[in-house]
């Protein structure tokens, strides 16, 4: 069974840097695609942040372009959002995703079936 565990989040000011980790177990990480999703309050869970399996393409939300990092360690089973220029509105729940299929080059749909993580609430103050 494939278990997700995020860390990291909490409260900070706008302006502030958090990273986020997510650390997997239950099979082999390093052959499948991995994405970040959010949810704030009364909205939908969106998408953030996808990087493909081995690391070398990753793919963002406009709202987050620029300001936010997506990266892994297969060596360590991990896989990391920097998020820098942190805004009141990034204030969300934050979701950990695996892909289902190796060798996959990441999604953005949060319909999609995937593993999830259990969140990590991220807390930006104005």
């Known amino acids: 069974q494939v278990q997700l565990v995020e860390s990291g989040g909490g409260l900070v000011q706008a302006g502030g840097s958090v990273r986020l980790s997510c650390a997997a177990s239950?099979?082999?990480?390093?052959?499948?695609?991995m994405a970040w999703f959010r949810q704030a309050p009364g909205k939908e869970r969106e998408f953030v942040a996808t990087?493909?399996?081995?690391?070398?393409?990753?793919y963002y939300a406009d709202s987050v372009k620029g300001r936010f990092t997506m990266s892994r360690d297969n060596a360590k089973n991990t896989v990391y959002l920097q998020m820098n220029s942190l805004k009141p509105e990034d204030t969300a729940v934050y979701y950990c995703?695996?892909?289902?299929?190796?060798?996959?080059?990441?999604?953005?749909?949060?319909?999609?079936?995937?593993?999830w993580g259990q969140g990590t609430q991220v807390t930006v103050s104005s």
């Open positions: 995703a695996a892909d289902r299929i190796p060798y996959g080059g990441g999604w953005t749909d949060q319909n999609e079936s995937k593993y």
């Open positions: 239950g099979r082999t990480f390093g052959v499948f695609a």
């Open positions: 990087i493909n399996w081995s690391g070398g393409s990753t």
